[in-house]
Every structure is written in structure tokens, then in C-alpha cells.
């Protein structure tokens, strides 16, 4: 069963934005093996980086627990 991340999807959604590229926003949900992917690739040649804003902004986009990160409470 999924919850409610405790990491806050603003600050999330807004690292993603300014620095996604370098996955610096999985490194703050958690994920390190997936952000160092994204550090060395660019963020995916900027594809991964719009899929990951994409899903922030839908609340599809979890922690390294599995709980999705929400932008409001």
C-alpha cells in the first residue's frame, strides 16, 4: 500500500526544475542509484528530466519507499 512521502513536493518539483538535469531532485527523494544515472546522462538527454516534472505535477512521482511525494498535504 502506498503513502504520503515526507519529502515536500514543492521543494521537489522546484529542484527538479532548476536542476534536473543533474537528478539532483531524486537525490533528495532518495533514489541515488537513479540520480547518478541522471548526472551522468544528462537527465536522460532532457527526456527523463520532462518525465520526472511531468509526473511530479500529477503526484505520480515517489521516494525511495514508494510513497508518492504530493505537492500539497
Known sequence: MEGISNKNGIAC???CF???TFGVHRFYAGKIGTGILMLITIGG???WYLAD???IICGAFTDKAGNKVKLSN
Open 45 to 47: 538527454l532532457g527526456i
Open 13 to 15: 518539483l522546484l529542484l
Open 53 to 55: 516534472i511531468i509526473m
Open 18 to 20: 532548476f536542476l534536473g
